[in-house]
């Protein structure tokens, strides 16, 4: 019982304080999704940080100082809003590294445990996301100012 109340102090203790932290960066990302088949369970907004301009959102966010998502609550396969992340840098960097972002859309679909890029789902020219025609953005970066 001793080891359970530990346990269960210590994980209250990070959660309190990953709660009562300022975010370092916070991204205020529009996200417009219509019509999304039935197998998209779940849609979140990544947004990585980083110190350099050369790098890539789907290379695992290698070279990232800081990292953060934010569920998109679908409405019958909808969304229309803006998206607010609180991104926080790793520990031990100095936040002032922070040059460049990158967020994206990532999807979980139905039999599938794993976040999969909508970047991905669009090479697949799959009918569930789009549609011929549709103006498509799956991700946006830019400079931090």
Request: with cysteine.
């Given at each position: 019982?001793?080891k359970?109340?530990?346990?269960?102090a210590?994980?209250l203790?990070?959660?309190l304080?990953?709660?009562?932290a300022t975010?370092?960066?916070?991204?205020?990302?529009?996200?417009?999704?219509k019509?999304?088949?039935?197998?998209?369970l779940?849609v979140?907004v990544?947004?990585?940080?980083?110190?350099?301009?050369n790098?890539s959102?789907?290379?695992?966010?290698?070279?990232?100082?800081?990292g953060?998502?934010?569920?998109v609550?679908?409405?019958?396969?909808?969304?229309?809003?803006?998206?607010?992340v609180?991104?926080?840098?790793?520990?031990?960097?100095?936040?002032?590294?922070?040059?460049?972002y990158?967020?994206?859309?990532f999807?979980?679909?139905n039999?599938n445990?794993?976040?999969?890029s909508f970047?991905d789902?669009k090479?697949?020219n799959?009918?569930?996301?789009h549609?011929t025609?549709?103006?498509?953005i799956?991700?946006?970066?830019?400079t931090?100012?």
């Amino acid at each position: 019982m001793k080891k359970f109340v530990l346990i269960f102090a210590i994980i209250l203790l990070f959660s309190l304080n990953s709660f009562t932290a300022t975010p370092d960066w916070i991204f205020k990302v529009p996200v417009k999704l219509k019509n999304l088949c039935s197998d998209i369970l779940e849609v979140r907004v990544y947004c990585l940080v980083y110190p350099t301009s050369n790098f890539s959102m789907y290379n695992h966010g290698a070279g990232a100082i800081g990292g953060g998502w934010e569920r998109v609550s679908l409405n019958n396969g909808s969304f229309n809003g803006v998206v607010t992340v609180k991104v926080n840098r790793n520990q031990g960097i100095n936040p002032n590294l922070g040059v460049y972002y990158s967020c994206a859309l990532f999807a979980r679909r139905n039999g599938n445990s794993d976040m999969v890029s909508f970047y991905d789902i669009k090479q697949s020219n799959s009918d569930c996301v789009h549609k011929t025609g549709t103006n498509f953005i799956v991700d946006f970066k830019g400079t931090i100012k």
